[in-house]
């Protein structure tokens, strides 16, 4: 059973993980159901991207006429970058259906996973238009987090252009080999600034009936401030942590039930050409397949640290837990009329 509301109270990291991990476990079917369609649907998009960078390098390996591969290799790019903006949204879109069905289960109302899924349908506008505005504010940060790495490449660059042999050669050298690590660090930077920032958004969307930019404000109101003395009372810190936590997981899914497909693709290598993957595809689809199953089973666990993250907020910013209580406190009997 769920913690009654009497349970409900500012959790500690170590906590919020403990409860996560107890809450995929008691309800692991419907968790399971509620991710396995999305990450259907993601391995279609990413299918679908395989083949068609298979294409572009079947292309390039046999020299294929020139206008032929620029089209496959603007195909190629489209396709990379639609794949990462719908893979996201399907992700935050995930993420939602599970906090709708987590956060009431854990605060002991009854939730159904088709409950999840009809909020998820209802709320797909606002979820879109806040989705769009995390891209544009996430695109203004990735900007200026690259800035200085890009003036660097520039200045490298010029330096090269205009000197001959000599110690300004060596100069603009350095500022590229700078250049790229600075722009590296800023790329990464600013991810994780995306990921950090965001994480709250999908709960809220889920459980506040907010508009896209309310729900835009909202989920960094929860994340600002402190709710705690100490350097890990800093709500950027323990969400970074949580986050950190999140994405161990699901790197280390993605690689242990990635294996099989690996081993199929190493198995029809081909040392000549080592970019292309000969594997059958009667044998890599299913491999792939299990990579799936695997995701749908241990994702989930996941997206109910964000939940309880959200939960966790709503206890310690406004006090949700004594809501909760005397919502559930039986009502003080009238007193008589003329008691002293």
Known sequence: MSPPPSDLRPLALGEIIDRSATF???????????SLGFNLVTYILTKVLQLTLQETLVLQTRGG???????????????????????????????????????????????????SLQRAWKRLGALTGAYVLSLLWGTGVLLLMMLPGGLMLGGG????????????????AALLIGG?????????????????????????LAMEDL??????????????????????????????LLVTVVSLILLAVSALFGLPA???????????????????QALLIPAELLQVVGQAVLNPLGLVVY????????VRREGLD?????????????QPVGAA
């Open 180 to 204: 790229v690590i600075v722009v590296s660090l800023g790329f990464v930077g600013a991810l994780l600034w995306y990921l950090l920032r965001f994480s709250l958004l999908a709960p809220v």
């Open 307 to 314: 939940a309880m993250l959200y939960l966790d907020m709503r």
């Open 262 to 280: 690996l081993v199929v693709q190493f198995a029809y290598r081909d040392p000549s050409q080592p970019l292309l993957s000969p594997a059958p």
């Open 24 to 34: 995929w476990r008691r309800h692991f079917r419907p968790l399971f159901l509620l």
């Open 157 to 172: 660059g010029v330096l090269i252009a205009q000197a001959g042999r000599g110690a300004p050669q060596l100069a603009g």
């Open 65 to 115: 006429d020139l206008e032929e591969l620029s089209a496959s290799l603007l195909r190629t790019g489209v396709s990379a970058g639609g794949f990462f903006l719908v893979s996201l949204w399907l992700y935050y879109l995930n993420t939602l259906v599970v906090a709708r069905y987590v956060v009431p289960t854990q605060l002991g109302d009854e939730a159904a996973p088709a409950s």
């Open 211 to 240: 508009s896209a930019a309310r729900s835009f404000r909202r989920s960094g109101e929860l994340l600002s401030g402190r709710v705690e003395p100490g350097f890990i009372g800093r709500m950027t810190v323990r969400a970074m």
């Open 322 to 334: 004594i809501e909760r209580r005397l919502d559930a406190a039986p009502p003080s009997p009238a």
